[in-house]
């Protein structure tokens, strides 16, 4: 059974548990997901409103962004539980013969890569969406950006989370190439994602304090 | 149905749709049910190792509180969208006549801080499992510690999620005094728990460089 498809108190449920999966990693992808279904939320309550026609084909564009960053969150829960299994097992291989250590090695390293991999998604995913939310929230219903504020937040929530879990899996591998392109991917748009989600919840807090 | 008794999937796309809830609170109150489902993994993962056996009376002292928050939490998600119906309903109240007008702003003011109520409870919740994870970070196990940062950034994340939602239902109260009652209970609240997200946060970065 796919995460995605449990309900909220399950996932609640199974990730309080000693299970190995879901943890951070998926745990951030939902919060993500969470975050862009409430921007999709904003275009939907924005589109249509005579009031905000002049925003309409804009908000229209974002709301399909929206809806395929979301689709690849809610993705992301599962294939973060997917990669643990593997690496799980490689954890428990045996390494008493140095032929035996070497391979252990080898594919601990390849499954950590393939691991971190999908936190560098969370964090791609989740700094495409937090761009989406700078655009919204210039150009939809003064009805709805509360709700622009509130998964702003969770989305900068869910960077972070994702960035952490990219840090844990980068710890333990050994290849420093590698572990250069992903910091390289990742940091940037932590920094850059992070303050812009500042600056757009500001813009809330300034709209509803008028 | 319950909403927290659809799978996340479903949440999502219902989150997505024009349908007045789930919205922005409801949002929140699962974000921090996450937050607070993260803290309490990192419980079970320290409880009965060895290598942690001095924090072993403190994490369970803090598990059983978390389980409390954490239920609360979910229910939380349910009693925004309870709370949104009637007070839908009463916008929708005829106002021709003197009377009705009065009836109307009446029932709007009393379905106003009934629907307040909800998200001044989130704010409260997720101030206390903040403090929950303030106490974690210096008592688990090292090999959960992203966790605790992954957690207290959701709780972060639905805190200012439940203040925005506590905002917009404030700016359409009239009794002031019922206005200055609720931000003095949640203002000081969001604050100080979004400053000690912020020092649980770092305090996981600085143990994951070592």
Known sequence: MKLA?????????????????????????????????LGSMVCNLT??????????????????????????????????????????KAYGMPKETEEEKKIKEETLEKCLKDACQVPVAIVK???D????????????????????????????????GAQLNVVINVNSIKDSEYI????????????EGVKIADIVYEKVVKALSK
């Open 5 to 37: 498809d449990k309900t909220s108190t399950e996932f609640i449920e199974v990730l309080v548990s000693k299970a190995a999966v879901p943890g951070g990693g998926g745990a951030a992808a939902l919060t993500g997901a969470i975050g862009m279904a």
């Open 47 to 88: 589109i249509g409103k005579k009031k905000y026609a002049e925003y309409e084909e804009k908000v229209k564009g974002i709301l399909d962004k929206a809806t395929k960053l979301q689709a690849e969150l809610l993705k992301l829960i599962d294939a973060d539980a997917e990669c643990f299994l593997p690496l799980s």
């Open 125 to 127: 995913t989740c700094f």
């Open 129 to 160: 969406a937090i761009k989406l939310h700078e655009d919204l929230v210039d150009n939809c219903s003064m009805l709805a950006i509360s709700d622009v504020g509130v998964g702003v937040q969770c989305l900068r929530a869910a960077l972070y």
């Open 180 to 191: 250069d392109k992903v910091k390289k991917e990742t940091e940037p748009l932590v920094e």
